[in-house]
């Protein structure tokens, strides 16, 4: 690659241009010591780097934690609600037994 080729290069990465060979070829050219060029690729080589290995197996457990804690909460609110539902038939019944009671005294007594 001759200079003239760099030079424009160098311009479509600063324009956010490049297409992933041509940052793969500017982050192997060499440039000067310590220029913030060779300290951004040296940053992401790092990080390339420090992705671990079972990334799909740690992801895949979080994604399965995330929906066991989800259908804990959905299985606390049916549950919720299923006690208030047999609470209300319960005193419900009790009431209506009771109006029912009072009904049939008042009709003996006439």
Do not use: C
């Not at 979080?62 to 006690?83: D, M, N, P």
């Amino acid at each position: 690659m001759n200079m003239e080729q760099e030079d424009r290069l160098d311009e479509l990465y600063e324009q956010g241009l490049t297409s992933l060979e041509e940052e793969q070829a500017l982050s192997k050219k060499q440039f000067p010591s310590r220029s913030q060029r060779n300290l951004w690729f040296d940053y992401i080589r790092l990080k390339r780097n420090s992705v671990p290995d079972d990334i799909e197996i740690q992801v895949w457990e979080r994604v399965k934690a995330e929906q066991h804690k989800h259908r804990k909460i959905l299985i606390s609110l049916i549950s919720t609600a299923a006690s208030i539902l047999i609470i209300t038939a319960f005193a419900a019944t009790n009431i209506w037994s009771e109006t029912t009671k009072e009904k049939q005294e008042n009709d003996s007594s006439l």
